[in-house]
């Protein structure tokens, strides 16, 4: 079975910097894009960055020039490197991957349990 689990979450002061990682396993036959959404308190998800397999990024307005999203094929992992954390970019992480099992015909996005970032003084 697919599984993807996140980490590198953590409290940190603003201004500083954390470095997200998830690892996708299972019989997955190729992944197509890989992300992190995020989820603050008392907000719904938002798309914070993606990456396709052929390396095209998108950002979020709020984190481009701050966050860098990054993917090892060949580990199946994607990271997500935070600089210049602000207060507003608490909430839990989320790692996603769309991607076909082996055997399927069908890509199906699949979700990590989150991790949580707090940026705080």
């Known amino acids: 079975q697919v599984q993807l689990v996140e980490s590198g979450g953590g409290s940190v002061q603003p201004g500083g910097s954390l470095r997200l990682s998830c690892a996708v396993s299972g019989s997955i036959f190729s992944i197509n894009t890989m992300g992190w959404y995020r989820q603050a308190p008392g907000k719904g998800r938002e798309l914070v960055a993606a990456?396709?397999?052929?390396?095209?990024?998108n950002y979020a307005e709020s984190v481009k020039g701050r966050f860098t999203i990054s993917r090892d094929n060949a580990k199946n992992t994607v990271d997500l490197q935070m600089n210049s954390l602000k207060p507003e970019d608490t909430a839990v992480y989320y790692c996603?991957?769309?991607?076909?099992?082996?055997?399927?015909?069908?890509?199906?996005?699949?979700w990590g349990k989150g991790t949580l970032v707090t940026v705080a003084s």
């Open positions: 996603f991957a769309h991607l076909f099992v082996a055997g399927s015909r069908h890509a199906m996005e699949y």
């Open positions: 990456i396709t397999s052929g390396g095209s990024t």
